[in-house]
């Protein structure tokens, strides 16, 4: 768009402070047009892929939206209604 080749980026992460330098290679681009693609595709699906649930899980903030074993409480549904009617 701009005629201008970025050879790297830079991944900050706030709990640690740090940045990570990533090479933006060309394999990396192909991986994230694909994986753009794919999301987009869902998307016009209405489809949500099935998470696979770990540990990690019980500390995720996405837990009621993205983990359908934590939305069968009785009262969780109704806050995961009230989060998407308001997003």
């Known amino acids: 768009m701009l005629a201008v080749t970025i050879p790297a980026g ?6 640690t402070r740090h940045r990570v330098k ?17 999301m987009h ?7 949500t892929p ?7 899980c019980r500390s995720c903030s996405r837990q ?3 983990c359908r074993n934590y939305k069968r409480k009785s009262w969780q549904p109704r806050i995961y209604k009230q989060q998407v009617e308001n997003a």
């Open 50 to 56: 099935r998470v696979k649930t770990s540990k990690a």
């Open 22 to 38: 990533v090479e933006l290679t060309a394999e990396l681009r192909q991986l994230v047009r694909e994986m753009s693609d794919e």
């Open 64 to 66: 009621m939206s993205a």
């Open 10 to 15: 830079y991944l900050y992460y706030g709990e």
């Open 41 to 47: 595709a869902y998307f016009q699906r209405g489809y």
